[in-house]
């Protein structure tokens, strides 16, 4: 801290994104002091870490962005049905510069440690530069893919070309003509970088352990008509999120897959495979992610359409998933990223077939062939929602360790509070909706509710909210009894806490909130209509 500055606040919010930025917005409505610490130079969160090639939304523009200012929904144009990383960033910096917010964060500081004193009733947040400051309410605001994970290959630091990890991209442009690229990883980012790459590159390699089922984003830029349109129906957009399972546009049909006649439901797929974003996937019939024969048949009808997209059958079948049906992972959105593989420049290596035995310093060596690159680009994925609280040394009641409480799974309150945590909220947690949901509809109920309870107990002279046992439990029990029917539980993911990256991580828990966003909010409701039952608040 500078000599000029305050470091005793009444709340510290970790984390300048989506979340970080409303959560001050609203807290500056009730008359608290705040200071936001953010490890980037700028605002953005997600949107100024990931600049790789093909970043962009994959939830509708106009379904994303903030729902709290009339004003700002009017003055603000969306240029593409699903913006993309530049347009996006320059989104949340305009928020941030409308309503004033930066004064109040401090960027390039990363925390390092969150201590709970008892005697005080204080948070002490501690940066990796050793200063501290100290606050009554701690709140986190920092992503669910926050944390890049880099993968256990040997020899990685060995190369002497240039390389990126996706959440790690550069700030200035790579120019990737004429170069020759290898690329590890086809999950979402990856589909999002090689589909982008492949339109400049010289030659590129992708290395794939495993197949994704994806579906066509169908973007397109917003005609003026659709401009006039979409801001004349913002009332009834963002009210739609609110009945949504996954808080998008999207709702399921009430008809069930193995209901319906065969010719009906192809006809129905092939609908929704023309139609934009998540459609798909959330608009679809709504036994395909709980039934797994109902599941079978929309796997069955995406792997038919890699077959007719990728011309070589046997690149087809390496692209096509073995071991998860259609959805049971997240789901890659892509703008011809089958048709990469036509392709004469643009090689796929199966890793199953050919593991990569290590990195050299002038490639990627697999079991049969050694690979000479410009730069090697690592879309390897993130430590899921628990990597960014792992990598802060959370210590509460007695000097508790989160890390320690969590090890055999994450237990919390709404997904909000941690029994034994005092004054300390999670906004974008475990076990929170926003983990699995059109991620700005789900933070803003969160900060909300959040901001209601502050106002309560300001109003009833209150210093203290903690969450009691009896509540933790139950709700974690909650969590895992509404997410076992899911057949998403069922497979390796990330949803799951799994990334194959990660030496060690071998226990298999569900991080998201299965029940859907309405089933969420009606509890956090239901919580703040009973007097905050299952908090303990006190002065």
């Known amino acids: 801290m500078t000599e000029t500055q305050s470091d005793n606040f009444d709340a510290i919010i970790i984390g300048a994104g989506i979340a970080g930025l409303y959560q001050l917005y609203r807290l500056r409505e009730l008359g608290m002091t705040v200071r936001v610490f953010e ?69 390039e500081s990363r925390v390092s440690a969150c201590h709970y004193d008892e005697a005080a009733g204080r948070w002490t947040v501690t940066l990796e530069n050793g200063d501290q400051a100290t606050s009554r309410y701690l709140i986190t ?36 003509r004429g170069k020759r690229i290898g690329i590890i990883g086809t999950g979402a980012t990856g589909v999002q970088a090689i589909a982008e790459i492949a339109k400049t590159v010289g030659h ?48 399921p049909v009430r008809e069930k897959a193995v209901e319906v006649p065969p010719e009906e439901r192809e ?14 996937w959330m608009g679809n019939y709504r036994d395909i992610m709980v039934d797994e024969d109902a599941n079978v048949t929309i796997s069955e009808f995406i792997k038919k359409k890699i077959r007719e997209r990728v011309k070589d059958p046997a690149v087809a079948e390496k692209l096509i998933p073995f071991d998860h049906g259609f959805g049971t992972r997240r789901l890659p959105l892509e703008s011809g990223y089958y048709e990469v593989y036509n392709q004469e420049n643009v090689e796929l290596v199966d890793v199953r077939e050919t593991p990569i035995e290590r990195v050299t310093a002038t490639g990627i060596k697999t079991s049969d062939k050694e690979y000479e690159f410009d730069y090697i680009v690592y879309a390897t994925g993130f430590d899921a929602v628990l990597g960014a609280f792992n990598r802060i040394d959370f210590r509460g009641v007695g000097g508790i360790s989160l890390k320690d409480k ?134």
């Open 141 to 176: 605001a920092v992503g669910v893919l926050s944390v890049p994970v880099m993968p256990t290959i040997e020899g990685v630091d060995d190369f002497q070309g240039e390389s990126f990890h996706t959440g790690q991209w550069p700030h200035d442009p790579v120019d990737f």
């Open 267 to 280: 006809a129905f797929y092939e609908k929704l495979y023309g139609e934009r974003g998540f459609s798909i």
């Open 39 to 107: 490890a980037g130079s700028d605002v953005g969160g997600t949107w100024y870490w990931n600049r790789y090639p093909g970043c962009r939304f994959d939830s509708e523009s106009y379904s994303y962005g903030y729902s709290f200012s009339k004003e700002l929904l009017e003055e603000w144009e969306w240029k593409e049905h699903f913006s993309g990383q530049p347009e996006n960033l320059k989104y949340v910096q305009y928020v941030a510069d409308k309503f004033d917010l930066r004064r109040d964060v401090q960027f």
């Open 406 to 539: 969590w090890v055999d799974g994450p237990r919390t309150f709404l997904g909000m509070q941690v029994e034994g945590f005092p004054n300390m909220f999670t906004l974008v947690g475990p076990h929170n909706a926003a983990t699995f949901c059109n991620i700005p509809r789900c933070i803003e109920q969160n900060v909300e509710w959040v901001t209601d309870l502050f106002r309560h107990m300001q109003a009833e002279g209150l210093t203290s909210v903690a969450a009691t046992k009896e509540a933790e439990d139950e709700w974690t029990e909650h969590v895992h009894e509404t997410s076992e029917r899911m057949l998403f539980t069922k497979v390796d993911s990330w949803f799951m806490g799994i990334n194959p990256n990660l030496k060690g991580r071998d226990t298999r828990k569900f991080l998201l909130y299965a029940a859907g966003a309405p089933k969420y909010n009606e509890m956090c409701d239901e919580v703040a209509a009973n007097g905050y039952k299952g908090l303990t608040l006190s002065a």
């Open 204 to 251: 590129m390699t992708v290395f794939q352990r495993t197949p994704n089922y994806c579906a066509p984003l169908h973007n397109g830029e917003i005609t003026p008509e659709e401009q006039a349109e979409i801001k004349a129906s913002y009332d009834e957009i963002f009210a739609k999120c609110k009945t949504s399972h996954g808080a998008f546009v999207h709702n």
